[in-house]
């Protein structure tokens, strides 16, 4: 069992975490959720006895912590020498082979570079390494950030059947519906524990935010009441006996407030053209490298105004080469692909690669853009960057700031048709949320890649593109 008690946490003096207290064992499987920067990383690394805290304790008992951060690098090395290394003896090879079956690890070679393997692989290559220690407690940090959809059924199974306790942040809620039995979230710095999936722990935080918001009306009426009792008194002997229950009932008690969630408002992607115009069409058209096994082959299918699609596959499937492909970064080597006339196509990449990390906020907006130097406050505020924030370095934001950020970018500019590619990556669940409710409503062209069941069916696409094995199905 891993106890923690009363853990506060401050960086450069600004609080994280707040007497954050909580129970780990049990073979428990738990959600870590909350809001982008709300901590959750931290704790997690303070558990795994990776970072330092600054008052209260954190204390393991007869268990082993392994611990897989969010982003992680591998040597460049093969397959069989970075897993050998991982070896605490030479003599315990086996447990790769037992650990490899166990995973699925398969289609790959010993000798590969690592760096040749797809991100569902090296997840699975991380968890052989992890596991060779055999741990009591796997504590991990976005786990379906690197599968596919494949993948992430296959690790759900997987978790599922571990006799191991496990602490996950994910922002993928169907992937918890069907793992967790208990769900933490962090918000305001403290931590409060639910019972249930992730379905039940929305339920039971609706009914939280009921019961608050109720209190906090009933507290105002018994607060003017009083007051107006004062006033009533004032002057008069019977003053005193008004202060007096006032001390009592309401200076006694903390003030009540309103439960207040900071969240995007809404995202509006900016319309171009919307009506029905061809907006891409593939015509009996083929891919393929230096002749050798097609990525996809003789694929028909035409996309017009208003449409949206999604595109799903498993990983090395040929999704971002297909993305390619429409942006004028590759060409087919057979048949036929037409874009649209004076088509302005917004690409939202999987990775933020056009962010400059060394430059500030506001210099990297005023330099993505080219607006007016008085907007970059308005349109940054509405991300939730505002004060300070602008201030601050790309390379200083978590993953899921950085998301944010670059949408604030994408969002300003108008497009005839959005190109996205996995961009509720990193996001928190309420970013998500809203970017669902806006997509759903978006009357613009979509081209989706994503990889989260439940994100892809709020948006409600018109059109389902399955991509595998060269062959591309429309379903």
Aim: aromatic fraction near 12%; charged fraction near 25%.
């Amino acid at each position: 069992m891993i106890i923690g008690t009363a853990i506060n946490k401050q960086f450069i003096g600004t609080p994280i975490l707040e007497n954050i207290s909580f129970k780990l064992g049990n073979n428990k499987k738990i959600a870590l959720v909350g809001k982008n920067g709300c901590g959750k990383s931290t704790l997690l690394k303070i558990i795994a006895g990776i970072l330092p805290y600054d008052s209260g304790s954190v204390v393991a008992t007869g268990e082993t912590l392994a611990y897989i951060p969010q982003e992680f690098e591998f040597p460049e090395t093969s397959v069989s020498e970075y897993l050998y290394s991982c070896l605490e003896n030479e003599w315990e090879f086996y447990k790769i082979d037992i650990l490899k079956e166990q995973l699925s690890f398969n289609n790959y070679s010993d000798s590969q570079l690592i760096s040749s393997l797809s991100e569902g692989q090296k997840m699975k290559l991380k968890l052989i390494e992890v596991m060779l220690t055999d741990p009591t407690v796997l504590l991990i940090d976005e786990p379906t950030n690197h599968l596919d959809i494949d993948g992430i059924m296959w690790f759900e199974s997987y978790i599922k059947s571990l006799n191991k306790s496990v602490l996950m942040i994910s922002h993928d809620r169907q992937f918890l519906n069907n793992t967790v039995s208990e769900v933490w979230e962090i918000e305001n710095r403290k931590l409060t524990v639910f019972v249930g999936d992730y379905d039940h722990y929305k339920e039971e935080k609706a009914k939280l935010i009921g019961k608050w918001n109720e209190d906090f009306i009933l507290f105002q009426k018994k607060k003017a009441k009083l007051q107006a009792l004062y006033d009533r008194f004032a002057g008069t002997y019977g003053v005193k006996a008004v202060k007096s229950r006032i001390k009592r009932e309401i200076e006694g008690e903390n003030e009540k407030l309103p439960y207040v969630s900071k969240k995007i408002k809404e995202i509006d992607f900016k319309l171009g053209v919307t009506h029905a115009k061809r907006m891409v069409q593939f015509k009996n058209m083929s891919k393929t490298y230096n002749g050798e096994k097609f990525i996809f082959k003789d694929f028909d299918f035409e996309l017009r105004g208003g449409e949206k699609v999604w595109l799903f596959g498993p990983n090395g499937a040929g999704k971002s080469t297909l993305v390619r492909m429409i942006l004028g970064l590759e060409t087919p080597t057979s048949g036929e692909l037409n874009i649209g006339e004076n088509l302005s196509i917004g690409y939202f990449a999987q990775k933020q690669n056009q962010l400059i990390y060394e430059k500030t906020l506001l210099d990297n907006f005023l330099d993505a853009t080219h607006c007016q130097y008085n907007e970059v406050f308005g349109a940054l505020r509405r991300f939730m960057f505002e004060g300070d924030d602008l201030k601050l370095r790309v390379r200083d934001l978590s993953p899921g700031q950085r998301a944010r950020f670059a949408f604030a970018i994408f969002t300003y500019h108008q497009y005839d048709m959005l190109i996205l590619d996995e961009p509720d990556n990193h996001l928190d669940i309420e970013t998500k949320e809203v970017i669902e409710q806006s997509l759903r409503e978006y009357k613009g062209t979509l081209f989706l890649i994503s990889h989260d069941r439940y994100f892809v069916e709020s948006i409600e696409p018109t059109s389902i593109l399955y991509l595998n094995n060269g062959r591309i199905s429309n379903l």
